[in-house]
T-cell receptor
Framework: DVKVTQSSRYLVKRTGEKVFLECVQDMDHENMFWYRQDPGLGLRLIYF???????EKGDIPEGYSVSREKKERFSLILESASTNQTSMYLC???????????????FGPGTRLTVT | GQQLNQSPQSMFIQEGEDVSMNCTSS?????WLWYKQDPGEGPVLLIALYKAGELTSNGRLTAQFGITRKDSFLNISASIPSDVGIYFCAGQLPLNTDKLIFGTGTRLQVFP
């Protein structure tokens, strides 16, 4: 059973704070992803990583950075939190094993971040 | 970023009714996935489709990969209250090997 966990379910931070969101998967997946989800805008990809220390920008990387020092852990960093970063943040991972099943992404429970 | 057109946006149905929703795109996809998201939770993978024309079931859920590769359908039979949630489709473009494009979601409400 695939398990993706996120460090916090709810987080409240102040404007200007540095925020770390942690994601851990226990299935040895190569790919890991960070999305944000906002009403009416759906799921938007922030960053993804296809290997340790490798990362690629998604659709909305501005204001965010990521870190992947170990295969199972993918961190999202808000260098200086702003109110427009209030959102639901979802982490996902996927396995690179066969050509087809590469695309099945498994999500964590999400972190609802409020920046005041 | 690109998004898939998903319809309907929301559905309000009686328990026991069947439900249909679909996703369409102007682009061809290699893979279609269907997810369900409960309130305050992350999306959970329901069904994955890999070949044009493929029809796959998971309990009361049935999904199809459209023959043109530009659409997919999800049907839920005999709905129950725990079917409530948001259903998302997601597709993988042929040249975009790692990322998924997500639909805008269908919000389903089931009344007893």
């Amino acid at each position: 059973d695939v398990k993706v966990t996120q460090s916090s379910r709810y987080l409240v931070k102040r404007t200007g704070e540095k925020v770390f969101l942690e994601c851990v998967q226990d299935m040895d997946h190569e790919n890991m992803f960070w999305y944000r989800q906002d009403p009416g805008l759906g799921l938007r990809l922030i960053y993804f990583s296809y290997d340790v220390k490798m990362k690629e920008k998604g659709d909305i990387p501005e204001g965010y950075s990521v870190s992947r020092e170990k295969k199972e852990r993918f961190s999202l960093i808000l260098e200086s939190a702003s109110t427009n970063q209030t959102s639901m943040y979802l982490c996902a991972s996927s396995l690179v094993l066969t050509e087809e099943r590469n695309y099945e992404q498994y999500f964590g429970p999400g972190t609802r971040l409020t920046v005041t | 970023g690109q998004q898939l057109n998903q319809s309907p946006q929301s559905m309000f149905i009686q328990e026991g009714e069947d439900v249909s929703m679909n996703c369409t795109s102007s682009s061809i996809f290699n893979t279609w996935l269907w997810y369900k998201q409960d309130p305050g939770e992350g999306p959970v993978l329901l069904i994955a489709l890999y070949k044009a024309g493929e029809l796959t079931s998971n309990g009361r859920l049935t999904a199809q990969f459209g023959i043109t590769r530009k659409d997919s359908f999800l049907n839920i039979s005999a709905s129950i209250p725990s079917d409530v949630g948001i259903y998302f489709c997601a597709g993988q473009l042929p040249l975009n090997t790692d990322k998924l494009i997500f639909g805008t979601g269908t919000r389903l409400q089931v009344f007893p």
